[in-house]
């Protein structure tokens, strides 16, 4: 008896925390199957198409950040994970500005700033190889990329290996 209501919360947090957007169809799922099926957008924007961009984000551990691009006729046009290497390729250093940087990725894990050096980093969980990374992108006073980083998590690089 016991086991019930820990198995309904197990499947609770496993079908909103983790949901990718499975069975959802470019060009046939509306908005409203799109929002009941990943639960409220972690952040909402309008592109300058007219398209809107909805944000899932499953970070920290959940480490993917999905977007879901609405055209104007409330239709699903495209539902992407945006924490894959090819994505961060197209944050280009020296040009690629914050609002760039959000509409590309989505919205930051951590913000972290650095007043003496007139930089702030965003950080972003994610995978890479199929490892767990840290994804860090440094801006400078005038929000522009300064620097883009994917190193190892140190949470789980730092964990003592199992030996033979």
Known sequence: MKLAPAFLCFAA???CAGFSGRGLVPGQSTEQEVESLMGPATEVRKAPNGETLRYYSR????RHIYIATIGADGKLRSLYDSLSEENIARVKVGSSSEQDV???IGPPFRVD??????RQV???KMYADGFPKDLYVQFSA?????EVMVIDDPE???RPSEGP
Not at 113 to 118: G, H, V
Request: net charge positive; hydrophobic share 35%.
């Open 156 to 158: 789980f690089s730092a």
């Open 113 to 118: 700033p650095f007043p003496r050096l007139q």
């Open 142 to 146: 005038d929000r522009v990329v300064r």
């Open 102 to 104: 959000r509409e590309l």
């Open 122 to 124: 965003w950080t972003y």
């Open 59 to 62: 970070e920290p551990y959940g």
């Open 13 to 15: 947090l496993a079908g």
